[in-house]
Structures are given as structure tokens and as C-alpha cells.
């Protein structure tokens, strides 16, 4: 059976379960690399000699930013393990309905700990006001540029 044949692709279902598949990979593999680093960075911070000197306060939302980190970390990568157990079992279209999900709620849980980091070293460096002000900011422009330009843009395309 033959894909949507009014998208002016020439390709059948599977052509495009294969495209698709690639297609995720090369965004996963863009947002894998910044988590990654970005959670090495945020492993590495109890290391430093001031992490001592942060209060209740800034030692919890560090935490929260260590397993939002992990757990992006986790579903970026999730993909690749899902296509391992599902390798050469014919369950291509289920592969990349559930790889397109994980990688979405990673996209997500990035989103937060890059807001949440922000906030955390607006917190430290200049204080508590500057910090809730500068996590909100990067809250509402990832939430702009991640969700709102691509909903609009998807539905302009209809």
C-alpha cells in the first residue's frame, strides 16, 4: 500500500517509515549532543569548591536539574534502544510513532532544565528575583520557538 499519494511524494508506506526514521535520527542527534554535555557539566558541579555555599533552596533546584538532566538524557537516547529490541522485526511504523513520543518528552524535559539552569545561575550570580525572571524568560522563548512557531507553522501548511 502506497503512502499519502496527494503529498507529491513518489515513495510507498515503508519508504516513508524509513525516511521518517532518518529523519529523527539526524534531530536526535543534534539535541544528544547538549544534553549529554550539559548533564556532564551539571554532574561535574558538587566538584566545584562553592557548591558548599549555595543554600536549601539552590542545592534543591540543582537536584531537580541533575534528574530532569538524566531523564532527558534517558529519553534522547531511549530511541536508540527501542530500534535495538525492535531490529528486523518488522515494526518499523510502531519504531518511529514511539521514538517521535520519547523524543518529544526529552525535547521537553530539555526544555526545563535548560530554563531551570538559567534560573539557577541567575540565582547565584546576581539573586533570587533575577533568577525566577531569567527562567521565566527562557520558558516562554523555548516554549515560543519549540511549540508555538511549530504548531502555527503546521497548521498554516493544512
Known amino acids: 500500500m502506497d503512502a499519502d499519494p496527494t503529498d507529491g511524494r513518489d515513495e510507498t508506506v515503508d519508504e516513508r517509515m524509513d525516511?521518517?526514521?532518518n529523519e529523527l535520527l539526524q534531530e536526535l542527534r543534534v539535541a544528544q549532543?547538549?544534553?549529554?554535555?550539559?548533564?556532564?557539566?551539571?554532574?561535574?558541579v558538587p566538584f566545584q569548591s562553592r557548591f558548599t555555599e549555595l543554600d536549601d533552596y539552590q542545592r534543591t533546584v540543582y537536584l531537580v536539574l541533575v534528574v530532569l538532566a538524566?531523564?532527558?538524557?534517558?529519553?534522547?537516547v531511549a530511541p536508540v534502544s527501542l530500534h535495538r529490541v525492535?531490529?528486523?522485526r518488522h515494526?518499523?511504523?510502531?519504531?518511529?510513532?514511539?521514538?517521535?513520543?520519547l523524543a518529544q518528552i526529552g525535547l521537553a524535559a530539555?526544555?526545563?532544565?535548560?530554563?531551570?539552569?538559567?534560573?539557577?545561575?541567575?540565582?547565584?550570580?546576581v539573586g533570587r528575583t533575577a533568577g525566577i525572571v531569567?527562567?521565566?524568560?527562557?520558558?516562554?522563548?523555548l516554549t515560543a520557538v519549540w511549540v508555538v512557531l511549530?504548531?502555527?507553522?503546521?497548521?498554516s501548511a493544512r
Open 19 to 21: 525516511r521518517n526514521w
Open 33 to 44: 549532543t547538549g544534553v549529554q554535555i550539559l548533564t556532564g557539566f551539571l554532574l561535574t
Open 70 to 76: 538524566i531523564t532527558a538524557t534517558g529519553l534522547i
Open 86 to 88: 525492535l531490529f528486523r
Open 91 to 101: 515494526r518499523k511504523a510502531s519504531l518511529v510513532a514511539r521514538a517521535d513520543r
Open 110 to 125: 530539555l526544555a526545563l532544565v535548560l530554563t531551570g539552569s538559567a534560573s539557577l545561575l541567575f540565582d547565584i550570580v
Open 134 to 141: 531569567a527562567g521565566s524568560a527562557v520558558l516562554v522563548l
Open 150 to 155: 511549530p504548531v502555527r507553522l503546521a497548521r
